[in-house]
């Protein structure tokens, strides 16, 4: 198993979702973030006086899945949230040695 952690625009993730939802992926966790990359947030003006924004909102979108299902679910973050510009965000990938359902005590697979 694998747990895919994407940190995507606010914009793409009713998209992204959807995506996901159709190639079968049944649990997501999702989290509103802030954080930034390398472009370190922007100036921008507001009243007259401008300030830094460093910190931007992003989405956190966590999932767990088979291996087998590693490089669609991939792909397909990607090709949905992808604008090309800066602070498109990132995946990560990390092994899961197991899952265990807490309602059941369902392990493994079963329990996703």
Known sequence: MVKVEAI???????????????LGV??????????????????TTYRGREY????????????????EAVDS???????TAATGRIGDGKIFLYKVDEAIRIRNYERGVAAL
């Open 52 to 67: 830094s924004v460093d910190l931007l909102p992003k989405i956190k979108l966590e999932v767990v899945i088979e291996d």
């Open 73 to 79: 679910v991939v792909d397909a973050i990607v090709k």
């Open 26 to 43: 049944e649990g997501m966790t999702v989290a509103d973030v802030r954080g930034h990359g390398r472009q370190k947030g922007h100036t």
């Open 8 to 22: 995507i625009q606010p914009s793409v993730f009713e998209s992204v979702k959807d995506v996901l939802t159709e």
